[in-house]
């Protein structure tokens, strides 16, 4: 099959899925944007149109105008994604830690392949049909989406719940950065299909950490191979991210189990068709605990009562009484759950009492780093599509006067920005993400333990960056996919809106921008005095060095941007830290750009590792184009995304007054 960007395979001849022109002679009729289905519309244009199904009833008249392949279509981008697994997050150094000996290159790729072949021919054609037809709530049982039902089981069946998840529990036990990598892919191709998983990753998360013997025995293997699925069940009508306000009670019974009694919304996945079981996870509070976060506890709530020989009894007392209906993630069921409105749901205590926040963590840290990995599988979805319209879109003549004719609007100069822009965007935080996920593999697996401790410092100051960068990340870049299609972008039959919808909770859930800010300044830089941030400078220093050594055009330029940005980045650590505790709110009112600059630093500085990995490997490469459109990328970066780090700093230094100086109260 022929190779697009980033080894994008297509079975239908060309990175676009097909040009209309090919089906409807040489060209496709348009109608007016602002017609409507079944009206009688105006023909005003005749041009080309990626994708697009048009029935017509006569020249006048739109019966169907659908862009269903062009939304449906999603490749992923499997080169990139091995580029950065093999030469940026070190894939040789995790195949000497034990457990990983047969996690090699080949195994990424045979992995991959088919996880890509899966989600695109699987997953992928129910993303548009997940919008349009969301999941419904009929007697008090939700009912998902046409189609999702018998491709979760497809999905479940085939292990990919299992890809990063222990032997003994019969996952299949690779390393993180080929999992997430695999999740990146099933995201992609369809968001909210995907979320059920990401909440039951974070469940497996918390009951491998601090479960007992006997809830792992009991939950992991059905989790883990999609016999049944997870959630987490924190928030409450007057509880958000102010969880010292949690009203959900748990009342000790005799036999050492709990009754629950509340209600918890936000519940994604919270009820379904999906699976015989679904395990909540659910935080609330026992008779006489302190208040506020220290008496939170965590519960482990079945759907369904588990019976001692692992069979399914009677279902318990939780119900679910309504669905929000929401701007995106429209297919996801997003649950209000009651629980105990017939003498209690049953729950077991999960760890110590008064420990639930702690716990939390454990599922959240999961979540987090998940969520980060969406906006960077929304992102490329966003750019994929607005590629191909690019390519086919003909529009006005080409300022450089080369050609007479109208040409693609590919060809003109700010439609190439913009797409540079989000392509340059997504694989500088796919590149952040994979650096941290198997950073994540060494510190849990390491026999140096300082040198684990290393990793996992580095990957805890990433995991803000990942979840908060990231997301506003994706939302920029589907912004700028509907812009690169122009008016047709804001026409909800293109598809383009959907992915702007659905990014749109990705800096929203699992912890806004605003918490993850707060997270880098307070827990990652104050803490500990900024020495993890400075050591992340040391190693981008160490790059800048690297590229000082290549002497090409393209490296002396990303070499000084990466300069600049590092001293910015140092400079605002230094007022950080010397700031914190006696000026919190003037820090705090920079911490969104301080996230916003350290993200940009380390995207920007895992291209130019890219970059000098690119022109090491040129000569002898037989895929020249790629590692070419590596450096330019890298090249685009560092001069028009991690040039504007002197103006972030300039804002953290000496713009809190600004922010701070009208009282809350004239806002």
Known sequence: MPLSRSGHRSSR??????????????????????????????V????????????????????????????????????????DIQHLAGLDDLVRLDG??????ATAEAVLAECARFNEEVIAPLNAIGDRQPAVLENGNVKTTPGFREAFRQYAEAGWLGVQHPVEFDGQGLPRVIGAACSEIVNAANLSFALCSLLTDGAIAALMTVGSDAMQQSYLRKLISGQWTGTMNLTEPQAGSDLALVRTRAERQADGTYKLFGTKIFITYGDHDL??????????????????????????????????????GERNDIHATSLEHKLGIKASPTTVLQYGDNGGATGYLIGEENRGLEYMFQMMNSARFAVGVQGVAIAERAYQQALSYARERVQSRPVDGSSAESVPIIRHPDVRRMLMEMRARIEGCRA?????????????????VAFGQSKHDF???????????????????ASTGIQVHGGMGFIEETGAAQYYRDARILPIYEGTTAIQANDLVGRKTIRDGGATARAIAAQIEATEAAL???????????????????????DVVDYVVRNGAESPNDVYAGSVTYLTLAGELVAGWQLARGLVVAEEHLDRSPDKAFLKGKIATAQFFAEHVLSQATAHRSRILNGAGSVLAIPPELL
């Open 432 to 448: 952040m993400v994979l650096v941290a996920a198997a950073a994540n593999d060494l510190a849990e697996r390491h026999s140096d």
């Open 459 to 477: 990957y805890e100051f990433l995991l803000p960056l990942i979840k908060g960068y990231c997301t506003e990340m994706s939302l920029s870049v």
């Open 13 to 42: 001849g060309d990175e676009t899925g097909g040009r209309t022109a090919d089906r409807f002679g040489a060209a496709a009729v348009v109608f007016s944007p602002w017609c409507r289905t079944g009206s009688a519309c105006p």
């Open 44 to 83: 005003i244009s005749i041009v080309q149109i990626p994708g697009a199904t048009l029935l017509l009833m006569d020249s006048k008249r739109v019966v169907s105008f659908l862009y269903e392949e062009i939304a449906m279509h999603y490749v992923a981008p499997l080169k990139d994604m091995l580029f």
């Open 100 to 105: 990983f000996d047969d996690a090699g290159i």
């Open 275 to 312: 699976t015989e079981n679904i395990v909540h996870l659910i935080l609330a509070r026992v008779p006489g605990a302190p208040e506020g976060v220290k008496g939170i506890s965590m519960f482990l709530v079945p759907k369904v009562m588990v019976l001692a020989d692992g069979s399914l």
């Open 548 to 570: 000082a050594r290549s002497g090409s055009a393209a490296a002396r330029s990303v070499g000084a941007e990466l300069g600049r940005g590092r001293q910015a980045f140092l």
